[in-house]
């Protein structure tokens, strides 16, 4: 099964808007990332967050990790049209294999 | 960030056939590098792990005979689906680790279509 599971599965907001997207993972994990995928396109990288740390900012992206909760949330602010995407959370749970699990993914449609 | 490309970025294929999918590794030096699979509005499935210079290792439910793959060198690996059938039909991405296992880089994806 997968690592992640994502919340909402799906999110609608107004150009604008502020998009929180939440990540729930099973078991301890060295880092977590965040990527996005436009249809039918391959992944972009977003932010990396280690174990060890609880916050991240780049640009209008604010990533937080709570390893008590092992979850994590991705907030956009002030959202584009050009935000529309799906959005996975991915964990590597074991260093030395590398191997990336992805959650089921938030997608999101920002309404100009 | 490191560079990971995918060649064909898009394939058509009819039933039956063998179909070449290569991954390369630009600007760096890959001992591994994973290939997940991905279907229509759903998340990416590891598939395996290539590694340089040895076996591949297949994730539970992966046909090892059907998907084999190929670590030729230290930037390239070749993922081919044998006898292709509609329900192969899927995007095939690949990753590349840094030194260290922190990041993953991914390729572009292809997109097979098995008619």
């Known amino acids: 099964s997968q690592q992640g599971e994502e919340d909402p599965q799906a999110l609608s907001i107004q150009e604008g808007e502020n998009a929180t997207m939440n990540c729930s993972y099973k078991t301890s994990i060295n880092n977590l990332q965040w990527y996005r995928q436009n249809s039918g396109r391959g992944l972009v990288h977003l932010i990396l967050?280690?174990?060890?740390?609880r916050e991240k900012h780049s640009g209008r992206l604010r990533v937080t990790l709570d390893t008590s909760k092992k979850s994590s949330s991705l907030l956009i602010t002030a959202s584009r049209a050009a935000d529309t995407a799906s959005y996975f959370c991915?964990?590597?749970?074991?260093?030395?294999?590398?191997?990336?699990?992805f959650g089921d993914g938030t997608t999101l449609t920002v309404k100009p | 960030g490191a560079v990971v490309s995918q060649h064909p970025s898009w394939v058509i294929c009819k039933s039956g056939t063998s179909v070449k999918i290569e991954c390369r590794s630009l600007?760096?030096?890959?001992?591994?590098m994973f290939w997940y699979r991905q279907f229509p509005k759903q998340s990416l499935m590891l598939m395996a792990t290539s590694n340089e210079g040895s076996k591949a290792t297949y994730e539970q439910g992966v046909e090892k005979d059907k998907f084999l793959i190929n670590h030729a060198s230290l930037t390239l690996s070749t993922l081919t689906v044998t006898s292709a059938h509609p329900e192969d039909s899927s995007f095939y991405i690949c990753s590349g680790p840094t030194s260290g296992y922190n990041e993953q880089f991914f390729g572009p994806g292809t997109r097979l279509t098995v008619l």
């Open positions: 600007d760096f030096q890959a001992t591994t």
């Open positions: 967050i280690r174990s060890n740390e």
């Open positions: 991915a964990t590597d749970v074991n260093t030395n294999a590398g191997k990336s699990t």
